[in-house]
């Protein structure tokens, strides 16, 4: 199963010029633990640079970009929160984070066990478009820790590869771009990007993973079956 978040550092300069390499130095790890109530079900820690991934609302529409990641598991597993890292780049030295909506996809596997589905977007399995306000985001070390709480569970079929794209959306100008950053290890088949403006099909293999958590918080399950109760009571 495949549930990941990937990305690829890239740059758009207001003259439409192109640089595909992030500001960054790269990240040193992360502090976030897992609480006594998250069972992590996959973890791939950040070590790198952030690899852009975003859905750009003006006028640059054929540089947006995505970049997936997969997962697969032996057995069958619910999951009820996600976590990622990304990064800020080519936005003048502008302080993130940027209050943006969110976009995650998740695809099944094209059959290759290196790529997702095609075309983008339309061939995902689910889709959640989620509001600014909607997921949390927090300074950690060197980059920026986004969280959320998917509103219903979200069930992976034993040893089936599904891949996961993850990405900001919010203009360019004044902005600039938001990246995933890369995780080296533990990664499956490595993250794909596509760009069309920078003639990068979809899917394209990158050099590494992406950094990501999949999560079972027993406290989100006890307030999901506890509220369900309730509504059913009544």
Known sequence: MKLVLCTLALAVSLSMSVDITSS???????????SDGEVVMWEQLPSGNPQGSQYLTDRYPDY???VA???????SITANKIKWWGDYFNNGGAPGPVVA???IYLYLDDGTGTSPTLPQHTSAIQSWMIPIGDYEE???????????EFPEWVVFDANVKYW?????????DPYGQYGFEESEGGFLAPCVQGFDGLYIPWWTPQ??????????DDALALNSSTWGDIKTIF
């Not at 927090?138 to 959320?148: F, G, H, I, Q, S």
């Not at 996961?164 to 360019?172: G, M, S, V």
């Not at 050099?207 to 079972?216: C, K, N, P, S």
Request: aromatic share 14%.
């Open 24 to 34: 960054g130095e790269g990240t040193s790890g992360t502090n976030w633990q897992a």
């Open 101 to 103: 909506p969110v976009e």
């Open 207 to 216: 050099d590494a993973g992406a950094a990501f958590v999949l999560i079972w």
């Open 138 to 148: 927090v300074a950690d070390r060197d980059c920026w820790l986004c969280t959320y």
């Open 164 to 172: 996961i794209e993850i990405r900001k959306a919010f203009p360019f």
């Open 64 to 66: 947006d970009a995505g």
């Open 69 to 75: 990641d997969d997962i697969m598991f032996p057995s």
